[in-house]
């Protein structure tokens, strides 16, 4: 079976050699598996390399990584991940059987990986922890600003030369209260977007941001933003403390018709809890760049399947939900600072340290 999975690669494989670079410099010349990898991912990773001057082996497979396809990773040093790979406490033991020292995240998140697990295998974490959080508050911004006057839609009618306005109405966001859960870089980008429209921003977060109060951003209690606000959007990591932070309680305290933005992790939101808000008419409408259980879904194209997710097609039947496929981060500057904080960690694991961006429990 792993026969014809790697027979499937060969494609995908693109070992890269470029010289250059001194091994005494560098370390040792690494090998390296990169998983979840698509063409964008292959470009702007062998452009990176290439500009760095970087001598390893870099390996490229379309499959997420999880227990069936970790054996691809077979003479490797380094793996390399993204959101919607499994980095489960029996992978990384396979991992670590195989030889592979150090995981490497293509992301800022990092919730895929049992850090418990990698620090019993003193294997380094290392991630992107900011590649443009610009790419995310502005999509975020995108989706709100769709939601609200329904550009999609009017896209569609024009399309076909049906003019109709009934159904497209909106309203101004200039004086409505937006809700930022959560204020690192993103969310204070976001804040700040919404502040240029006028808006008055609330927030919560375990610490407040200096950036954000500069913003004019005001900070109270989780429970006084979500009843508050009349746009809520999410910019948390996924904790087991933020896990399902959007949930029928949370729902109960927020304004009739709330508008909810989530491109952050799709398990801060229960799913089933934000349905039952959509069919009451709690909540007014939803955009989503993130969706709880996108694994296996996100990423590939599966027009003319039946999805086995049957909440996720439900999302798809209000005609006030709004869903992109993960693509907040996807802009020109992200790939590339992905990239060159890629070849920084794999340095870094080629010279045995030190580890900048190491994940620390």
């Known amino acids: 079976m792993l026969r014809g999975l790697v027979a499937r690669t060969k494609p995908f494989l693109a070992p890269l050699r470029t010289a250059g670079l001194s091994t005494q410099t560098a370390g040792p010349r690494l090998n390296v598996a990169f998983f979840s990898a698509h063409n964008y991912d292959i ?58 020292r150090a995981l490497l995240l293509r992301s800022a998140g990092f919730d895929m990986v049992d850090l418990d697990v ?107 933003v979500l009843a508050q606000s009349d746009i809520i959007s999410l910019h948390c990591p996924l904790f087991p403390s933020t896990h399902h932070i959007i949930n029928d309680d949370s729902i109960s305290k927020m304004k009739k018709g709330v508008m909810l933005i989530n491109t952050s992790r799709g398990g801060l939101m229960d799913t089933e809890a934000v349905i039952r808000g959509l069919t009451s008419d709690k909540i007014g409408s939803v955009a989503l760049d993130v969706f709880e259980g996108e694994n296996g879904i996100f990423y590939e194209d599966h027009s003319g399947e039946i999805l086995a997710d049957e909440n996720f097609a439900k999302m798809f039947t209000f005609p006030n939900v709004l869903v992109t496929g993960h693509q907040a981060y996807f802009t020109q500057e992200a790939l590339e600072n992905i990239a060159k904080t890629t070849m920084d960690n794999l340095q870094a694991v080629a010279t045995n340290g030190p580890y900048p961006n190491r994940v620390v429990i």
Do not use: W
């Open 118 to 224: 990698a620090k019993e295998l003193e294997m380094p974490v290392l991630r992107v922890p900011s590649y443009s959080p610009y790419a995310v508050a502005e999509h975020a911004a995108g989706l709100m600003m769709t939601l609200n006057r329904k550009y999609h839609r009017a896209y569609n009618r024009t399309r076909d030369f049906n003019f109709n306005l009934q159904g497209l109405l909106g309203f101004d966001l200039h004086g409505k209260t937006v809700g930022v859960v959560g204020t690192g870089k993103i969310g204070a980008l976001f804040a700040k977007i919404c502040t240029g429209f006028g808006c008055n921003v609330l927030a919560y977060d375990v610490y407040e941001s200096p950036e954000a109060l500069s913003y004019g951003v005001t900070y109270k209690k989780l429970d006084e």
């Open 43 to 100: 470009d702007s990773m062998q452009a990176m390399a290439k500009k760095e001057n970087i001598p390893h082996d870099l390996r490229f497979f379309p499959h997420r990584l999880n227990l069936g396809t970790a054996q691809l990773a077979t003479d490797c040093d380094v793996a390399v991940v993204f959101v919607n790979d499994t980095v489960d406490g029996l992978v990384l033991h396979k991992l670590k059987k195989m030889g592979v």
